[in-house]
T-cell receptor, first 112, second 115 residues
Framework: AQSVTQPDIHITVSEGASLELRCNYSYGATPYLFWYVQSPGQGLQLLLK??????LVQGIKGFEAEFKRSQSSFNLRKPSVHWSDAAEYFC??????????FGKGTSLLVTP | EAQVTQNPRYLITVTGKKLTVTCSQNMNHEYMSWYRQDPGLGLRQIYYSMNVEVTDKGDVPEGYKVSRKEKRNFPLILESPSPNQTSLYFC??????????????FGPGTRLTVT
């Protein structure tokens, strides 16, 4: 069965520290991969996406993600976290444009 | 401005009272979807539509209906809402064209409470 796993429900990092959020998927073919961010009380904002080509993808707000086919992973990274990055992060995976399979989300807390 | 709009943004209703949440997009997208978001469960797809008059069930369709009579609109209908449908609902649209990267554009969300 197709699935998306975000192993970390909550992550706490200090402001200025690096961040990595994990995403693993199980699909029969290489899917399209997305990371979305949701700030408290807000909607979903696309951070970045991967379809093909260079496996290191740059997104908005200084985020990047690396697709690793051998590990079925698409981990999100940021070298230096800001307090404004505190939010819920969702990995989403799909084989088409009309259905995305979302992970359960990782809640990021940033401490001073 | 390219956008997906939803109305209402907030709704409190009682069990059994039929309601409709509207969704409209101005990007001429073929695909539209409804998701619900619940704490600890992420977003789960309720229904999707590939074009006018073409709809299909997602992962959690029970208790919901949809229709796609016009390309820009995709309303979500709860014929007899129940408390377990209290949730945050998102509408999304995307292009069928792969060169548009299948990016889904999300509406701002509708917070529904059923008492």
């Amino acid at each position: 069965a197709q699935s998306v796993t975000q192993p970390d429900i909550h992550i706490t990092v200090s402001e200025g520290a690096s961040l990595e959020l994990r995403c693993n998927y199980s699909y029969g073919a290489t899917p399209y991969l997305f990371w979305y961010v949701q700030s408290p009380g807000q909607g979903l904002q696309l951070l970045l996406k991967y379809f093909s080509g260079d496996t290191l993808v740059q997104g908005i707000k200084g985020f990047e993600a690396e697709f690793k086919r051998s590990q079925s992973s698409f981990n999100l990274r940021k070298p230096s976290v800001h307090w404004s990055d505190a939010a819920e992060y969702f990995c989403a995976v799909g084989l088409s444009g009309y259905a995305l399979n979302f992970g359960k989300g990782t809640s990021l807390l940033v401490t001073p | 401005e390219a956008q997906v709009t939803q109305n209402p943004r907030y709704l409190i209703t009682v069990t059994g009272k039929k309601l409709t949440v509207t969704c409209s997009q101005n990007m001429n997208h073929e695909y539209m979807s409804w998701y619900r978001q619940d704490p600890g469960l992420g977003l789960r797809q309720i229904y999707y539509s590939m074009n006018v008059e073409v709809t299909d069930k997602g992962d959690v369709p029970e208790g919901y209906k949809v229709s796609r009579k016009e390309k820009r609109n995709f309303p979500l209908i709860l014929e007899s809402p129940s408390p377990n449908q209290t949730s945050l609902y998102f509408c999304a649209s995307s292009s069928e064209r792969r060169d548009r990267d299948y990016e889904q554009y999300f509406g701002p969300g509708t917070r529904l409470t059923v008492t």
